[in-house]
């Protein structure tokens, strides 16, 4: 499995963001999809996740800020990030689960002034 990240960019303060992630499959056959993020010096944590059945998981940090969402039709996931922090600054990578295999997208940079 494939997935393409996009959508970050420079955003103030308080303003908002739509990653998308696209698969080159069906999402249907992964198990959970979701986002991570990083920043130089600190591990990958998690944002977001969806398993197969809807159920959704959020990092402490972004609940009531972030939403993960899905359109199956287009194999295509998305994290609606709002309010967004300075401290959300970070390079966001969309992440999926198929069985035993973790894939990961290529980083899409989200960087928040103040």
């Known amino acids: 499995v494939q997935l393409q990240a996009s959508g970050g960019g420079l955003v103030q303060a308080g303003g908002s963001l739509r990653l998308s992630c696209q698969a080159s499959?069906?999402?249907?056959?992964?198990?959970?999809r979701g986002w991570y993020r990083q920043v130089p010096g600190k591990q990958r944590e998690l944002v977001a996740s969806?398993?197969?059945?809807?159920?959704?998981n959020y990092g402490d940090s972004v609940k009531g800020r972030f939403t993960i969402s899905r359109d199956v039709r287009a194999n295509t996931w998305y994290l609606q990030m709002n309010s967004l922090k300075p401290e959300d600054t970070a390079v966001y990578y969309c992440?999926?689960?198929?069985?035993?295999?973790?894939?990961w997208g290529q980083g899409t940079q989200v960087t928040v002034s103040s």
């Open positions: 992440h999926a689960v198929r069985g035993l295999y973790d894939y």
């Open positions: 499959r069906t999402i249907f056959s992964l198990n959970v």
């Open positions: 969806m398993a197969s059945g809807g159920n959704t």
